[in-house]
């Protein structure tokens, strides 16, 4: 131990810097997991659980832009899922009653059952193309109705 310390005096500049890079590599080691997460798990954690439990079949979204194309005054539908999250775009014509688009929320309300309406957040943007026409409405999954923006 006395030859150690003799050496470490007689070299104390490679000494502090050898402690300095070993003190920095323990530091490295456990904050690694902040710098650096770990990909391979899920993005959402475990908030999907019990995804596949309450599956939204292809024939329910065909359902969905089936009833929703036969108004009139609808352009086009666009549905995607992500996640929890059901969004449906719907693009309607300049001309279309404001009141009367937000009706086409009750589609999704009475095409999903009561358990897939329990489990997934469901969101409509209704907009034309000139949007004139610009409304939100979400429906969170513990809500029996949607909210909508104020956009008057």
Not at 36 to 59: A, C, H, M, N, Q
Not at 65 to 86: A, F, M, N, P, T
Not at 110 to 128: C, G, P, V
Request: glycine share 4%; charged share 30%.
């Amino acid at each position: 131990m006395k030859k150690f310390l003799k050496l470490a005096k007689k070299h104390k500049v490679v000494t502090i810097v050898v402690a300095v890079i070993l003190v920095l590599l323990i530091l490295f080691l456990l904050l690694r997991g902040w710098f650096f997460p770990d990909f391979t798990k899920s993005v959402y954690g475990d908030r999907l659980e019990g995804i596949e439990d309450v599956p939204i079949e292809d024939d329910q979204v065909k359902e969905i832009e089936d009833k929703i194309k036969d108004y009139d005054y609808v352009e086009s539908v666009e549905y995607r899922l992500q996640g929890r999250l059901v969004y449906v775009d719907v693009v309607v014509k300049e001309d279309a009653d404001k009141q009367v688009v937000k009706e086409l929320a009750n589609v999704l309300l009475d095409t999903f059952t009561d358990e897939q309406k329990a489990y997934y957040d469901l969101q409509i943007l209704i907009n034309s193309d000139d949007y004139a026409i610009n409304y939100i409405g979400y429906k969170h999954k513990t809500s029996d109705a949607f909210v909508w923006t104020n956009n008057e």
